[in-house]
């Protein structure tokens, strides 16, 4: 079993920073890799990003160059830095965890990540 638990939501201004973290805890293996999506009211839910154990990451394309995904192993958690941001980043976002490599998955969606947090929530707006 795998447990994630997100924080660091809120309410923005365009142009403004935040970021998000994702404690994690469980089997080691079964969260080899950790990713963020994110779903806007009315909207299907999308990915963000993903990073698995050894560092591999994966993007959505528009992201790149805002958003950046890390984490610290020693710590369990999974940290998702949003810049210049955007109303249109408005959404829920949700941590996740599957046991992949990106190696070998190198573009995941969510149907490949077993463990979800409860998501929390970024707000753009001025």
């Known amino acids: 079993q795998v447990q994630l638990v997100e924080s660091g939501g809120g309410s923005v201004q365009p142009g403004g920073s935040l970021r998000l973290s994702c404690a994690a805890s469980g089997d080691t293996s079964s969260r080899y890799c950790m990713g963020w999506f994110r779903q806007a009211p009315g909207k299907e839910r999308e990915g963000v990003a993903a990073i698995d154990r050894r560092g591999n990451t994966s993007f959505r394309d528009s992201l790149k160059g805002r958003f950046t995904i890390s984490q610290d192993n020693a710590k369990n958690t999974l940290y998702l830095q949003m810049n210049s941001l955007k109303p249109e980043d408005t959404a829920m976002y949700y941590c996740?965890?599957?046991?992949?490599?990106?190696?070998?998955?190198?573009?995941?969606?969510?149907?490949?990540?077993?463990?979800w947090g409860q998501g929390t929530q970024v707000t753009v707006s001025s």
């Open positions: 996740a965890a599957g046991p992949f490599s990106l190696l070998v998955l190198r573009h995941p969606t969510q149907a490949d990540f077993a463990y």
